[in-house]
């Protein structure tokens, strides 16, 4: 991608020029922050108790554990494709945890920390990133809508059923999560005006985690995500994203905005994608080290586990019984993906309408024998067709669907 050119001397200039990497803000900008990258709290809120913060670090510990694992398991090629929360961890367990359970979320595919805290299970996420499933869960029973590839589709989703809401005359607030990327999307800036013009109950939270994929936010947008919603007429919240306690307080204070009948909200948290795209991008070809080095260094995780040693928050037992816990998780993982069945071709085609139609029917056919075709060329180890299910996933990665018929 070439550099933009720009006038120079003007405020959009310097914000535009800012260093890959640099959150891309005013400078009079500043993020509320309660818990400081050395685990010091600024003040002492009287809401941060010791069982509010060990409960926000387990589901931060719990949410890491599931994406190391994850991404391990796409490594024996057992997965297709994963898309990491690493580093995202207090953004994402910080605003989900601030809602009633009652309150609908559209995600869109790295919110793994969301699912957990709503009751999903690790194998019901990883369903749909093994191929054997659209949505491993039930969105009705969950609050929560379907993970979203398609960039910033949910967010007229979201608003459409926050108005819906409105007009059931609930106090219900609907909550769409989406990145910097997603927010340059037309569906995101048209969700983001019907939202405000319709003063639909509905929270726009966004994680800048700085990139879409391989374009930083510098290169992305000339203003800030959090000015251009203000502009858009919702009440703006700019957060530390790696502070799980700003982003919970921040988070209430815009569902209490919402809830109270003040129309809808956005928060930008400032965060940073510690990893990868997804499994399948290499960082390294677009990024220092330098700079994910200085981010490390403000790991959402650590500086809660700074805050509860210091304050003497929790002790050996609440530990170890954490640490049984992940690795009863990451058991949980290992077994339920190696036990998925073969990836069936119909559901793909069953899903669409309530009734297949002809021409679905008729690309449903057409495709079955490509893929049939495929499976012809493929040959084992031992020379025989796949008849593991890892040579089920290398099939089904290559089309970006299932191989049965
Ligand atoms: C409409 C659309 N265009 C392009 C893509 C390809 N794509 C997938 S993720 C991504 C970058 C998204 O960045 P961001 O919204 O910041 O979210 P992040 O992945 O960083 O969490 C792109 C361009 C897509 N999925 N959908």
């Known amino acids: 991608m070439t550099q933009p050119t720009h006038a120079s001397g003007s405020t959009s200039h310097q914000l535009a020029r800012e260093p890959s990497g640099a959150p891309l803000r005013d400078p009079g900008d500043r993020p509320a922050q309660i818990l400081g990258p050395d685990g010091v709290l600024a003040g002492a809120p009287g809401w941060v108790t010791p069982g509010l913060t060990r409960d926000l670090y387990r589901w931060m510990r719990l949410t890491r554990r599931l994406d190391a ?100 005359g609930t106090d219900e607030v609907v909550t769409a999560y989406f990145g910097d990327g997603a927010s340059s999307q037309g569906d995101a800036n048209e969700a983001f005006n019907w939202a405000a013009t319709c003063s639909a109950p509905v929270l726009f939270f966004c994680q800048n985690n700085q990139y879409a994929i391989s374009t930083p936010a510098s290169l992305q947008m000339r203003t800030p995500i959090h000015h251009r ?76 586990e700074k805050l509860l040693e210091a304050q003497g928050w929790w002790d050996q037992g609440f530990r170890t019984a954490l640490d049984a816990e992940c690795e009863a998780l990451a058991v949980e993982v290992r077994s339920a993906v190696r036990g998925f069945g073969p990836v069936e071709l119909d559901g793909l085609f069953d899903q669409v309408y309530a009734r297949r139609t002809a021409l679905l029917s008729s690309e449903k056919a057409a495709y079955a024998d490509l893929v049939a075709g495929f499976l012809d060329e493929e040959v084992d180890d031992d020379g025989g067709p796949p008849d593991s299910l890892a040579g089920q996933a290398r099939t089904a990665r290559a089309f970006g669907v299932g191989v049965g018929r």
């Open 229 to 304: 919603a203000a502009g858009f007429g919702l009440r703006s919240f700019l957060v530390d994203g790696n502070d799980v306690l700003a982003v919970h307080e921040v988070t209430r204070e815009a569902v209490r905005h919402i809830r109270s009948g003040g129309g809808p909200a956005f928060v930008e948290a400032v965060t940073y994608r510690m990893g990868a795209h997804t499994s399948s991008d290499d960082p390294t070809r677009y990024r220092d080290q330098a700079e994910s080095d200085a981010w490390q260094a403000k790991d959402p995780l650590s500086r809660v």
């Open 69 to 168: 694992e994850a991404f391990a398991l796409q490594r024996h090629g057992e997965l297709g494709i994963w898309a990491q929360s690493l580093g995202q961890e207090a953004a994402q367990v910080g605003s989900v945890t601030a809602l009633r359970p009652a309150d609908y979320v559209f995600p869109s595919y790295r919110e793994h920390a969301a699912c957990l805290v709503r009751g999903v299970s690790p194998s019901q996420i990883l369903a749909q990133w093994r191929g054997v499933s659209g949505c491993g869960w039930d969105p009705a029973a969950r609050h929560l809508h379907a993970y979203t590839v398609v960039l910033g589709a949910h967010l007229p989703h979201a608003t459409g059923y926050a108005m819906g809401v409105q007009r059931d």
